[in-house]
């Protein structure tokens, strides 16, 4: 019997077992890393020029804007970085010319508001929205339901 354990050893140190195959055999990608998105505050749109019509993406019961989308760009803030995303010229508009689909490299912000808006100012409507964050293949790195402000 101790002479068919070191020969199981063997043998099953020679099974491909490796992490980056499933149970066919396929490769699998490994899994995306979540991001944090952090809001994005007046310091962050004086120094990066983000002024202009635009919708804004909260988390939640928040109105700290996560996302500000533009009729030609959607930004995000990472590690205390603003993230630009271009507008996918083939998405629909949403509101205000923003659109439901910018890219970046390697990644996708897809952006929703349901239902109608409650005017809250003179040139501001609240409504409930959603925000995605995915890789190019489709992982999904961050992804919320909240508030979001449309206006110019």
Request: aromatic share 6%; net charge negative.
């Amino acid at each position: 019997m101790r002479r068919a354990v070191p020969l199981l050893l063997l043998l099953l140190a020679g099974c491909d077992r490796s992490p980056a195959g499933d149970k066919s055999g396929q490769p699998v990608a490994p899994p995306a890393q979540s991001l944090a998105l952090q809001s994005i505050g007046f310091p962050d749109i004086e120094a990066n020029d983000l002024y202009g019509a635009s919708c804004a993406y909260a988390s939640g019961k928040s109105m700290a804007p996560l996302v500000i989308a533009f009729d030609d760009e959607a930004v995000i803030k990472v590690d205390g970085q603003i993230q630009r995303f271009k507008l996918d010229p083939q998405c629909t508009e949403v509101k205000l010319g923003t659109g439901s689909r910018y890219l970046a490299d390697r990644q996708v912000l897809d952006l929703a508001i349901e239902g109608e808006g409650k005017q809250v100012g003179y040139e501001t409507v609240n409504y409930a929205g959603s925000v995605k964050l995915s890789t190019a293949d489709g992982r999904v790195l961050y992804k919320t339901s909240g508030a979001v402000q449309c206006g110019s």
